[in-house]
């Protein structure tokens, strides 16, 4: 059996060549950069009755970008381990609050993978720059002890 492509298949390049119609050529990208500018949430006062909303940016820089191309962004559980509910923490005490796609916080922004709250952001990239926003919020009717809370959180570009 041969390997070589048919006679009609050449034939077939060869006119879409002459007529002017670009060939398909496969979509990639070279490296990509990613900045983050954090969700600093500031002052959560104990047992208030609303969430405390805060948002931050991921900044991603593309570089190599060859036509169409799509790159999925992951947000890490944190120290939590869960998707569900992500946790701040000040030494032993800890604060709930999640991360999320969208500014209704419908959406959990995680990697895609396991429960249905989880997803992965998407952009098509043919440009080279993208900037996301990433809704964070502190659950309310919390007690926290004073303190200063933090957690942190894995970016993973895939492209």
Request: glycine share 10%.
């Amino acid at each position: 059996m041969s390997t070589r492509p048919s006679a009609q298949a050449a034939t077939v390049i060869a006119v879409l060549a002459a007529l002017g119609v670009p060939l398909a050529h496969a979509a990639s990208i070279t490296s990509c950069t990613v900045t983050v500018a954090g969700v600093a949430f500031g002052t959560y006062t104990p047992m208030q009755s609303t969430p405390l909303d805060m948002n931050g940016t991921i900044n991603i820089a593309c570089t190599g970008i060859t036509g169409r191309n799509t790159v999925t962004i992951d947000l890490g559980t944190g120290a939590s381990n869960s998707y569900v509910t992500r946790t701040l923490i000040s030494g032993t005490y800890t604060l709930n609050y999640n991360l999320y796609f969208d500014a209704g916080y419908a959406q959990v922004w995680g990697n895609g993978a396991g429960t249905s709250v989880e997803g992965s952001a998407t952009i098509r990239k043919h440009a080279p720059n993208a900037s996301l926003p990433v809704y964070g919020a502190i659950a309310a009717g919390q007690d926290p002890a004073p303190g200063s809370y933090a957690d942190t959180i894995l970016v993973t570009v895939n492209y």
